[in-house]
């Protein structure tokens, strides 16, 4: 579901929370995080998500452990580290029951080098296979990532290169080089866990995880809800191996256009570069991400350190730009290139 229409059909629900759980609900639909954040008491929270999808790949193991690191994103890109989940399962009637359970090996084999167990789940019939979790995870209240939260000259640090979305649309149709599906699959099953290390302790003020949405649309979000511009420099954005490559082969996710038509109108792209020059990036900017990395806003003073202490670990990170006070009635992105 696009952003608009998803943004739509939640909006009556955001009042509905019972009166005696407002209070420690603090992230709840109202505020539109990429979790959900219960206080228990004044030194924990519990945080809440969930998230399935289709096959990306063809392996069961390996699209287990996708979907698996894909559905933690969101606890580790609320600050939070996962403890427990639950399997969230579609397949045919007809599917084979060994390569079910290779994709159900594969979420707890993700899961538990997340230090999360998964304890259960529900599993019903569909004609598509889908597999996800219902996460759990734990932070301290006063500890919390969320998408508000950037201050002007606040630096931004992405941490796993982009181009999931195109290399698996081109990998779906047989069109794909294999190095650069094996580079897209690396990037898809790595765990968020030491990038949000890294931003707890650089001191990280707002973070959100690169999915669905693309890089510029949940870029907007944080942005819009931090009431400040993002400055991003697309030469120092990393891709992953190939991507440019399958968008000059038209592999292009429908998503990408429902990104760019919900988005367009508040990303300033460089006046000196044609339309037809930048196509490529335009699409891989708005392309929707599978179990994408985190996007956090590090405090200028701490941007180098947490970049070292990324690397350091073996993430795929880089500093793409910067926060800037926000120069209009809504926050937009100004692209340099």
């Known amino acids: 579901m696009g952003p608009e229409a998803l943004a739509q059909v939640l909006r009556p629900l955001a009042g509905m929370v019972p009166p005696e ?12 995080d990429d979790a959900a ?21 063809d392996d069961p193991f390996t699209f287990g452990e996708i979907a698996a690191a894909n559905a933690l994103s969101d606890i580790y890109a609320s600050g939070a580290e996962p403890v427990l ?86 990998s779906k149709a047989q069109d794909v080089e294999p190095s650069w599906i094996g580079a897209a699959i690396r990037s898809m099953k790595a765990l968020n866990r030491d990038a949000l290390r890294a931003f707890l302790a ?48 038209k592999r292009i996710p429908g998503g990408t256009a429902r990104n760019r038509k919900a988005f367009l109108d508040k990303v300033e792209f460089p006046d000196h570069a044609s339309e037809q020059s930048l196509e490529w990036l335009r699409a ?18 701490n941007a180098e350190s947490c970049l070292a202490s990324l690397l350091a670990a073996g993430v795929d990170a880089a500093i793409i730009g910067y926060c800037e006070p926000r120069s209009a009635g809504e926050s937009i992105i100004r692209l340099r290139y």
């Open 21 to 32: 759980r407002r209070a420690d609900l603090l992230v709840g639909l109202a505020e539109g």
């Open 85 to 170: 989940a639950l399997n969230l399962a579609a397949f045919p009637a007809d599917m084979n029951g060994e390569l079910i359970s290779m994709v159900f090996q594969g979420g707890a084999s993700k899961a538990g080098q997340a230090g999360c167990a998964v304890a259960g789940g529900h599993t019903i019939t569909d004609k598509e296979p889908k597999y996800g979790l219902a996460a759990i995870g734990f932070a301290h209240p006063g500890k919390l990532l969320l998408k508000k939260g950037a201050r002007p000259g606040d630096v931004l640090i992405l941490t796993k290169p982009l181009g999931t979305g195109v290399i698996t649309t081109a």
């Open 284 to 301: 891989l900017l708005f392309s929707p991400e599978t179990s994408g990395g985190l996007l956090g806003a590090i405090p200028p003073e």
């Open 202 to 249: 650089g001191q990280a003020r707002a973070a959100t995880d690169v999915t669905g949405f693309s890089l510029l649309g949940h870029g907007l979000e944080m942005a819009e809800k931090s009431g400040v511009d993002f400055s991003i420099d697309a030469k120092a954005i990393p891709f992953i191996p190939g991507a440019r490559e399958c968008v000059e082969r």
């Open 37 to 57: 954040v219960y206080k228990l008491n004044d030194s924990t929270a519990l945080v809440f998500t969930a998230d399935f999808f289709p096959p990306v790949v």
